[in-house]
């Protein structure tokens, strides 16, 4: 069930958190020695904090939308007492003494946590693997990946695990997990949702945001979530709206723009097929959409990895100097890698990126929404270096993060909606992309599809 429709529920005192939890805990249970979505989980916490809403509930202290709610955090999150890994047995006994803002802001909105979920080594990656704490599988296909780096994230809430997750993007690590397990990924615009407590990969191009099984869910924990935070120097003063109003199921006079250079990159016919299916049905339901150009999209790719591996490189260096040898092989090469960047390569990326962002601005003022592939490909098997795009062989990372990585370096709003699925049953995704703070257009767009397709109501086979 949705955290729409169980707060609903709850709100009218027809199902009770106790219930909830409950009922959750017991999935966990059946579903997790298959997925691995977790690296902690709090079983008993969570009964306690449940009969404590009951309690509140019953009193006529009810807080809202998410009070009794279960939220699963990536576990870079950091949670007060509650062991905050980043994904590496390196920091296996590290205990917050304070939550970070999100944490915090779910825990006023009457939220309970569920535990902190598994993800890729210090967010770098975007396939889901991890040595650690082991490999995230994907709920359609146990031997296929979650994507990454929000992949315990995913599958927790793909198969029923978690009523609301949350994830953290850099480079798509909140669209590509989504896209693959067949949810609803939202990355905010930058400095929408604090960053403030959160282990950082790359502090220029990191975003906070929901994964669910909703776009009301997504609208829901934005309106808890968003908002300005003085403790991170990157937190937007910006007026926050409520994201329900938003869903109105209406796209009419919407103008989507199709950059061709999406559909020109290497792509999975089947993928193909039912992105351009979806663009067609929003056309049919009144959204005016023609293709667009998008030039620098084929620079993204080095833009975003110059960017990324300077800053990573700048934050975990005394890491990577005193426990390099802990770290997973591929996360200690592209720390390492990081370590050649020039200060003039680095300067000469931002500068491309300031191209980049103008472009796409540019884009978008002549149409209000960018609309493609969230994935060029379905989830690739676990551990796999390459995969077939169509009639093109590429690497995994680069294929995971072709469609992904350009709405961080300019910081765009872009949700991954599921489309459709694969003749083997994998998801696919469609990823819509706005204007800066323009959430509430992304999250229209994306509910009116989702209300006229049935992707959405479909449960892996667990």
């Not at 390196?90 to 309970?112: L, S, Y």
């Not at 999975?268 to 039912?274: F, N, S, T």
């Not at 080095?302 to 300077?310: D, F, K, N």
């Not at 995971?400 to 350009?406: I, V």
Request: some cysteine; charged content about 20%; aromatic content about 6%.
């Amino acid at each position: 069930m949705s955290a729409g429709d169980l707060s609903k529920l709850v709100e009218k005192k027809e199902v009770s958190p106790v219930e909830i939890i409950d009922a959750h805990l017991a999935r966990i249970e059946a579903t997790e020695p298959v997925l691995n979505s977790f690296i902690t989980l709090l079983a008993e916490e969570s009964r306690t904090a449940a009969r404590q809403a009951e309690k509140d509930i019953q009193a006529g202290r009810y807080k809202g939308p998410l009070h009794g709610i279960p939220v699963g955090l990536k576990d870079l999150y950091n949670t007060a007492g509650v062991r905050t890994t980043s994904g590496s047995k390196i920091f296996d006994n590290f205990i917050p003494e304070e939550d970070c803002t999100v944490a915090a802001k779910f825990h006023q909105a009457g939220a309970i946590l569920l535990g902190k979920l598994n993800m890729h080594q210090f967010a770098y990656g975007p396939t889901g693997e991890n040595p650690d704490y082991g490999h995230m599988h994907n709920p359609w296909d146990p031997d296929r990946v979650t994507g990454g780096s929000s992949g315990g994230s995913g599958s927790a809430a793909a198969a029923g695990q978690c009523t609301i997750t949350t994830g953290s993007d850099t480079g798509g690590s909140i669209r590509i997990p989504a896209a693959l397990c067949g949810i609803v990924g939202l990355k905010p615009t930058y400095g929408l949702v604090s960053r403030w407590g959160l282990t950082a990969l790359s502090w220029s191009l990191d975003h906070p945001g929901p994964m669910v099984r909703t776009v009301e869910d997504a609208a829901i924990t934005m309106n808890v979530i968003a908002g300005h935070d003085p403790k991170d120097v990157a937190s937007a003063k910006v007026e926050i709206p409520d994201y329900t109003t938003a869903l109105t199921g209406d796209v009419k006079g919407l103008r989507i723009g199709m950059p061709k250079e999406y559909f020109d990159a290497p792509l999975d016919p089947q993928v193909r097929k039912a992105v351009l299916d979806a663009i067609s049905l929003l056309e049919s339901m009144g959204a005016e959409v023609k293709e667009v150009s998008f030039p620098m999209f084929e620079q993204s790719q080095a833009i975003s990895s110059t960017v990324l591996m300077a800053e990573a490189t700048a934050y975990h260096r005394d890491l990577l100097e005193k426990d390099g040898h802990q770290l997973y092989e591929p996360v200690r090469q592209r720390l390492q890698a990081g370590l050649f960047i020039s200060a003039a390569d680095y300067l000469r990326a931002q500068q491309a990126r300031t191209l980049l962002d103008q472009e796409g601005r540019r884009l978008l003022d002549d149409v209000d929404l960018l609309a493609g592939p969230t994935e060029p490909v379905t989830a690739p098997e676990i551990l796999a270096a390459r995969v077939m795009a169509g009639e093109q062989e590429i690497g995994v990372v680069g294929a995971l993060t072709q469609y992904t990585r350009p709405y961080n370096i300019n910081g765009f709003p872009a949700i991954s909606v599921p489309c459709g699925f694969s003749d083997t049953g994998l998801p696919i995704g469609l990823q819509l992309a706005g204007k800066p703070f323009d959430e509430l257009t992304v999250l229209r767009a994306a509910h009116a599809y989702e209300q006229a397709t049935d992707w959405h109501t479909r449960r892996p086979p667990l």
